[in-house]
Structures are given as structure tokens and as C-alpha cells.
């Protein structure tokens, strides 16, 4: 139990702890500018990687599904505990078996989930006041779902690739994020 005496730390105190280590920040950011990049250039491996991982994944989520089941007091919930692992399971083993076809339902259930996420963006957009960030809700919504039909569209042709594309861009970003901060926290000392 912390001393009553004792204040909650600042974010400035918790920048100035951290700004000695600027170069490991920025380090670990070009680092994933660099997976990012390999991601996207090897969208077809990263896409494989990515889906076997998954599988991984699903497996333990699946066995660990199935021993809570075993401990349900009850036969409906040991029965839907023990389905739902044995789900768990069978999609691990599909993305392990074959990356490929688990890659197609996976970019399909993406391009799919994007159409309606940016739905219900443009439904609530709507509902705010006609203000900018009204316009940038619109903005964000349009794009999501843009980005869902081109994925839906291009269905599934494209879909050893674009998962891989996606981590290697989501990769890209979080490093710049990474290395912008870094450097940002060099140019404080």
C-alpha cells in the first residue's frame, strides 16, 4: 500500500525516466519499419506465418475450452464448453493443414467484418452534432467500408496476400509510431 504522503507519478516524471533510453525505443521501431517492410514485400510468407500462428493459437484456446468444460456442474454447459473447444480445435487444425483456404475464409470474414464496422460508423456519424469531427467519423467510416469491398471484391484471389499486407503495413506504422516517439524523447534531453 503506497504512503498517503506519496503522489501518483506525472506523465512528465514518466518521460523523464524513459528519455535515457530513446535510442533502444527508437531501435525497437526501426526494427518493426523493417518486419513491416519484409511483410509487405513477402505478403505471401507473412500471410502463411500469420495463419499457422493463428492455428497455434486456436488449438490452446481450444484445449483450454475443452478442460473448463470438463469442469461444468452442468450437461449443457459442459456440452457448449466442450463444442466450442472442439470449433477451437477444428479451425487450428484448418489453418495448419491448409494456411490457404483458412487465409481465403479468414480475408473473407475481415472483408466482411470492415463493410459492417464502417456501417455502423456512417449509422452513428449521423447521430452527432454537425461539427468537424462529425465530418472526420464520416471520413473513417467511408474508408472502412472501402477498404472491406475492395477486400470483398478482389475475394479470393487476393486472399493469400492480404493479411500479410495488412500486418506488414499495420508493422510499418506502429514502428514510424515507435521511432517518431523515440526521437521525440532525444530531442527533449
Keep these: 500500500m503506497a504512503n498517503a504522503g506519496s503522489s ?16 533502444s525505443i527508437t531501435a525497437f521501431g526501426v526494427l518493426l519499419v523493417v518486419f513491416g517492410v519484409a511483410a ?11 495463419v499457422t500462428l493463428n492455428g497455434v493459437l486456436f488449438l490452446i484456446a481450444g484445449a483450454a475450452e475443452i478442460a473448463i468444460g470438463m469442469h461444468a456442474r452442468g450437461w449443457g454447459r459442459f456440452l457448449l464448453w466442450v463444442v466450442g473447444g472442439l ?11 491448409n494456411p490457404a483456404l483458412a487465409s481465403a475464409v479468414l480475408t473473407l470474414l475481415l472483408g466482411v467484418g ?3 464496422a464502417g ?43 492480404v493479411l500479410g499486407t495488412l500486418l506488414g ?3 510499418l506504422f506502429h514502428g514510424a509510431g515507435w521511432v517518431s516517439f523515440g526521437l521525440g524523447l532525444h530531442a527533449r534531453s
Design 87 to 97: 470449433l477451437y480445435l477444428a479451425a487450428g487444425v484448418l489453418c495448419i493443414v
Design 40 to 50: 509487405i514485400a513477402f505478403s505471401l510468407v507473412a500471410t502463411i506465418a500469420t
Design 119 to 161: 456501417a455502423v460508423r456512417l449509422v452513428l456519424a449521423f447521430s452527432l452534432p454537425a461539427e468537424p469531427t462529425r465530418l472526420l467519423v464520416f471520413v473513417a467510416a467511408a474508408v472502412t467500408v472501402l477498404l472491406g469491398v475492395v477486400i470483398v471484391s478482389h475475394w479470393p484471389m487476393d486472399s493469400i496476400y
Design 8 to 23: 501518483t507519478p506525472s506523465l512528465g516524471q514518466a518521460i523523464e525516466r524513459i528519455e535515457a533510453k530513446w535510442a
Design 114 to 116: 470492415l463493410i459492417a
Design 169 to 171: 503495413v499495420d508493422l
